[in-house]
């Protein structure tokens, strides 16, 4: 998979050098090029923002570095077919697990992270006659621009790729939550530590006795963490049960 990530700070995206993908960078499975959104401005000052029309606070992102910046990426894209744009945006669609499978699967995927008030809206329209445009919030709150936005989706879509996490169990168990539940709880040895005991149930080698207490913690905390998935699965498991 081929990444673009295109910023007014693209030393910002260094954190994607570590670990996991920094690893996968490594081995092939993964290019990821940052642009300075700065290399296509032609001004002494380098400026990428303007007073928003209209009137207002802030700035507002100027369209045309952002044009320039992404038609030197299409230019050095070899394959034919429009190339995915995400822009994050706290007015997006939301990301979630299921997009980030569905990122997961593109040869190349290009991201525009904003700053100051955002990107004129012209940009984003002009950008579709070249790439499939997908406007993401990673969350309802609001960031101070779009890097870590991008952080948090990159490091979503490229743990589905094969092989970039070396433990495909991991994955597998995943999945499994993925019926709708949140997390069981995990420990390690020692089995008592500051006077606190690991669950006796996962100590017994009783390994359908531990499935069973898993499954219960699962709904146990859905139900009262997030009670808007937990209303989910039960209507999905009625579903599956008819
Ligand atoms: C500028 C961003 C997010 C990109 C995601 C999320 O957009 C704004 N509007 C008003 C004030 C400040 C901003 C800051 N800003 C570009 C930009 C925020 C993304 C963002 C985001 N994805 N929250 N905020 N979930």
Same mark, same amino acid.
């Given at each position: 998979?081929?990444?673009? @990530?295109?910023?007014?700070?693209? #030393?910002? $995206?260094?954190?994607?050098? =570590? !670990? ?7 081995? *092939? ?93 012209? @940009?984003?329209?002009?950008?579709? #006659?070249? $790439?499939?445009?997908?406007? =993401? !919030? ?7 621009? *779009? ?96």
């Amino acid at each position: 998979m081929r990444l673009d @990530l295109i910023s007014i700070f693209p #030393e910002y $995206f260094e954190a994607l050098n =570590l !670990s996991l993908i920094g690893r996968a960078q490594q081995d *092939g499975l993964l290019e990821i090029r940052r642009t300075n959104l700065r290399d296509y401005t032609h001004d002494r000052h380098r400026t990428v923002d303007s007073p928003p029309a209209g009137g207002g606070a802030g700035m507002v992102m100027k369209p045309e570095p952002w044009a320039q910046a992404l038609e030197s990426v299409l230019s050095d894209d070899g394959a034919a077919a429009r190339p995915i744009l995400v822009v994050p945006t706290p007015s997006g669609e939301l990301f979630t697990q299921q997009r980030a499978a569905e990122l997961a699967a593109a040869e190349h995927l290009v991201f525009a992270p904003g700053r100051f008030e955002g990107i004129d809206e012209r @940009l984003t329209d002009w950008a579709q #006659e070249h $790439f499939q445009v997908h406007r =993401l !919030s990673i969350g309802d709150y609001v960031l101070n621009g *779009g890097e870590a936005a991008v952080i948090v989706m990159v490091e979503a879509i490229t743990r589905l790729i094969p092989g970039v996490i070396g433990n495909a169990e991991s994955l597998t168990e995943e999945s499994h939550s993925a019926d709708g539940l949140l997390e069981y709880p995990v420990y390690t040895k020692p089995a008592e530590w500051r006077g606190r005991r690991i669950p006796e149930v996962l100590l017994s080698g009783n390994h359908a006795k531990i499935e069973a207490w898993r499954r219960e913690q699962s709904q146990q905390r859905t139900r009262r963490r997030r009670p808007d998935l937990w209303a989910k699965h039960v209507v999905a498991r009625e579903r599956a049960a008819e």
